[in-house]
């Protein structure tokens, strides 16, 4: 028998439940969970153990959607996440409208994510990663968390998220969890229940393409990249809009070591993005 969470709906709600618990793991959420959000969860759990609580919240943040993005048809499905939290232990799930996340309207006060949140998936959604830091950090200031758990499937974002925890000094530990993919290499996203049955064919080919450059790694950065490319070449109806190969920390790729190559592609209406870990050789050095 799996023990429903309690919800809180509000902030005195969630303080409430939140009284007298031991160490917090937080997963923040903006629902439509799927078995990779369930990962979450359950690696949250792992971090505190018995004794200690997980929390997760659902929030859609309306603050890291620009004009013409997918703010109102973002899925909504809380009695499913609901679900799905009782049955991944969740203790509390913190679900608050927009009028206690951002009780003042727009905030006057928000965080700016640096240059880290302008290249990427920040050169095409504009003002994004401010929304998404200065939303993650009012949740942190509201529940107070000892760990905080957030998905690799979004790369940058946790990457940013650790650098907002870094520089501001926040008492909160970020734990990055493995992207959790479907059976034929898809990354499980929210986004993908968009996809028509033609534009779910054709979104493997982004993790095919990752997959390709990470097995060219010890032919070094160009390899990698060409071997990516020429499997996102050979599918129509996939619009690349990046292929990048960094540092692990989103900076030039190493010449050797561990890259991160990211992809991103519009699938008809449906942004997706995707990402991998590089070991790379020394192959271009070689022969530079
Ligand atoms: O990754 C997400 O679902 C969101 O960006 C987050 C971290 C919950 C902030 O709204």
Redesign the pocket.
């Known amino acids: 028998m799996t023990a429903r969470p309690i919800i809180a709906n509000t902030r005195e709600e969630l303080s409430e439940a939140l009284a007298s618990r031991g160490e917090i793991g937080f997963v ?3 629902g439509a969970l799927h078995d990779g959000h369930a990962s979450l969860l359950t690696r949250a759990r792992s971090e505190v153990g018995e004794s200690g609580a997980v929390v997760a ?1 659902i ?3 309306p603050l ?1 959607f620009g004009v013409g993005e997918d703010l109102d048809r973002y899925p909504r499905t809380l009695e499913a996440d609901l679900m799905i939290c009782a049955d991944h232990g969740v203790d509390v799930v913190f679900v608050p409208d927009v009028t206690q996340v951002y009780p003042d309207g727009d905030p006057e006060v928000t965080i700016n994510p640096g240059p880290k949140a302008e290249i990427l998936e920040g050169a095409a959604r504009p003002g994004h990663f401010a ?2 830091l200065t ?2 950090a009012k ?1 942190f200031g509201l529940l107070g968390p000892d760990v905080a758990v ?2 690799e499937k ?1 790369y940058q ?1 946790l990457v940013l ?1 650790r650098q907002l925890v870094t520089d501001l000094c926040l008492p909160v530990r970020i734990v990055g969890a493995a992207t959790l993919r479907e059976p034929d290499g898809l990354a499980m996203s ?1 986004r993908n229940r968009y996809l028509d049955d033609a534009a779910r064919s054709r979104a493997v080919a982004l993790s095919q393409a990752l997959t390709a450059g990470a097995r060219s790694g010890q032919q070094g950065a160009a390899a990698v990249l060409s071997a990516a490319e020429a499997v996102l070449r050979q599918v129509k109806g996939v619009e690349v809009d990046y292929l990048r190969l960094t540092s692990t920390n989103l900076g030039p790729a190493p010449s050797s070591g561990t890259a991160r190559l990211l992809v991103a592609a519009q699938l008809g209406q449906t942004r997706l993005i995707d990402n991998v870990a590089v070991e790379l050789g020394s192959s271009d050095e070689r022969s530079s």
């Open positions: 923040p959420t903006m919240s929030f859609v943040n890291q929304g998404v939303v993650v949740l957030f998905g979004d974002q998220i929210s």
